[in-house]
């Protein structure tokens, strides 16, 4: 346990003056811990409070959460892909300017871009404990594992839980590749194997550098991974330090694996939902009981559901993307449509985030980058450019400013990965392309460029369903104004000095595994 800090003083009192200034200075300006909670593929309907209409009772803790805290309801995820997001979530930048603008996969020789700062390195200089449990999903070779981009400590999976076989001990949902020994390891793309899996390399669990469970029990990670959560909080609070826990569950996302008897998909999703509170409510008290008042948990989501798992997919809520649905298209995750971006989300801070609040502010998942900067005193580095903004007024003090302008990058559909091709301005929403996501019958919906672009009003309609006249003042005003816009982040993007660009090159040699031969291998070190 840490020792009170009038004993520390007293100690240090002898030594000398300096040190006393030092330290009583640290007292004053004791940094707050961040516990940011990233849920995968969940909808924005998955949280019970958002539609109390459904009474629904899959997320009691997070419902407690947000009565003690603060509901974003207007929060985006900044891309509808995982790799995208969680780049632009870990930089506070844009695709075009992080360069990582879709998935990494299995064997993907690279990852975030090493000219990229993230959140974690600066809070780790900053004297921060930094961790992440769960997925990673930024690349996991050598230079591009999380303990080289700022985290002190990593527990969980290279990339999504689909993405590899796994032990399975009975089922899960859908199905996934069970591990064969006997045949070779291969990289099968998704396109072979609609539903379930992806590749035979097993799924492997990942510490700090080494693989130490390869295929993983995936029936098993929610307990690994509350325990790692619940060793880092205790001890960094024993050792009086800073932290920064980032836990990226592997919930929602395919394949779902709760226990329960009742293997319905409706059943399986909501036992997951309720596991994924459950953590929740786990990482809630630990941070009450060990530094209440001092503590911020952010709960988010990656990006919306996905909806070509059908039964194993969440819920949008009343954002339900018709104009795309009627056309025979998915409207959630790899789109830009509401289904696909706006998550729910909840920020608790005892004290300090006032309790029982909501916010309609535009926010994005590139604002934690910013706000958590910010409340622990830190500076970015000024040579490059930011796209989130700093939401510690909404946060703390009520204030209703979100962005003016949000882009929603392409992750899916025609044209170019990251393209700002949909723009949010104010209660509007303009598209210059849609389709692109398969629906759960499976049809994408033809892939179509708009240019003028289709505007919808989101406060007359969450559904998305008719867009505006193109003759009316009201289309001309907001055209204009995105169109604007869109000329200027594009030359301030151009004009940035320091913009990546990501290696999306592959390899079978970079695979994990600790036995290229086997592919089912077991093994304690990375080969
Ligand atoms: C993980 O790495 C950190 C240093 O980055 C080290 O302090 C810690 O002991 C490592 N943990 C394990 C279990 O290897
Ligand atoms: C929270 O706010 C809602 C609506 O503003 C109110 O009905 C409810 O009683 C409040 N709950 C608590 C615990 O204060």
């Not at 947000?66 to 892909?81: E, F, K, N, V």
């Not at 900053?126 to 690349?139: D, E, F, P, R, S």
């Not at 070509?308 to 449509?337: H, I, L, M, N």
């Not at 969450?462 to 816009?485: G, N, S």
Request: net charge negative; aromatic share 8%; glycine share 10%.
């Amino acid at each position: 346990m840490a020792r009170p800090a009038s004993q520390l003083l007293l100690t240090v009192t002898l030594v000398s003056g300096l040190v006393i200034y030092t330290v009583s200075q640290r007292r004053a300006e004791k940094k707050p811990n961040f516990i940011i909670v990233l849920a995968d593929d969940i909808g924005w309907g998955d949280l019970d409070v958002n539609q109390p209409e459904k009474h629904t009772n899959n997320t009691p803790n997070l419902n407690k959460m947000a009565q003690q805290g603060l509901r974003l309801t207007d929060y985006h995820s900044p891309a509808s892909t995982c790799s995208p997001s969680r780049a632009a979530i870990l930089t506070g930048r844009y695709g075009l300017r992080n360069g990582v603008t879709h998935n990494f996969a299995v064997n993907s020789v690279a990852g975030l871009p090493l000219s990229e700062v993230t959140l974690a390195q600066l809070l780790q200089q900053a004297g921060y404990y930094t961790a992440v449990i769960g997925k990673w999903h930024l690349g996991h070779n050598g230079p591009y594992s999380p303990n080289n981009r700022g985290f002190d400590y990593y527990f969980g999976i290279p990339y999504s839980n689909d993405m590899g076989c796994t032990d399975t001990p009975g089922y899960d949902l859908p199905p996934c590749l069970p591990c064969v020994s006997s045949e070779p390891q291969v990289i099968r793309q998704r396109r072979s194997v609609p539903s379930g899996c992806y590749s035979k390399v097993g799924l492997p669990l990942v510490e700090n550098n080494s693989i130490v469970e390869q295929p993983l029990n995936l029936w098993a990670l929610t307990d690994k991974y509350r325990s790692a959560a619940l060793r880092i909080i205790h001890s960094a609070r024993a050792r009086a330090e800073p932290y920064f826990l980032l836990v990226a569950s592997a919930h929602m996302h395919v394949p779902l694996a709760p226990v329960v008897a009742d293997t319905s998909g409706e059943a399986v999703y909501a036992a997951s939902l309720q596991e994924l509170d459950g953590l929740v409510g786990v990482l809630k008290a630990a941070a009450d009981e060990t530094d209440k008042g001092n503590t911020l948990i952010w709960f988010t989501g990656d990006n919306g559901p996905w909806e070509e798992k059908c039964q194993f997919a969440g819920s949008v809520g009343p954002f339900t993307g018709k104009w795309q649905t009627s056309k025979g298209g998915g409207s959630a995750k790899r789109t830009t449509w509401e289904g696909g971006h706006r998550v729910p989300t909840v920020v608790y801070w005892p004290g300090r985030i006032p309790a029982n609040t909501t916010s309609s502010a535009l926010l994005s998942g590139m604002d934690i980058f910013p706000t958590v900067l910010s409340l622990a005193g830190v500076a970015p580095p000024a040579d490059r450019r930011y796209d989130g903004i700093d939401a510690s007024g909404v946060l703390l003090r009520g204030e209703q400013s979100g962005h003016e302008f949000l882009f929603h990058p392409n992750s899916g559909a025609a044209g170019k990965f990251g393209d700002l091709q949909t723009v949010r301005a104010g209660k509007h929403k303009a598209f210059y392309i849609t389709g692109g996501a398969a629906a759960c019958s499976g049809g994408t919906g033809q892939e179509q460029l708009h240019n003028p672009p289709l505007i919808f009003d989101l406060d007359r309609e969450e559904a998305e369903e008719t867009p505006l006249q193109f003759a009316t003042a009201e289309y001309r005003v907001i055209a204009e104004r995105v169109a604007r816009k869109r000329e200027e982040l594009l030359w301030d993007i151009a004009t940035d000095g320091s913009v990546s660009t990501a290696d999306y090159s592959q390899d079978e040699l970079a695979a994990p595994c600790c036995d290229r031969r086997e592919a089912v291998c077991r093994c304690h070190t990375v080969c």
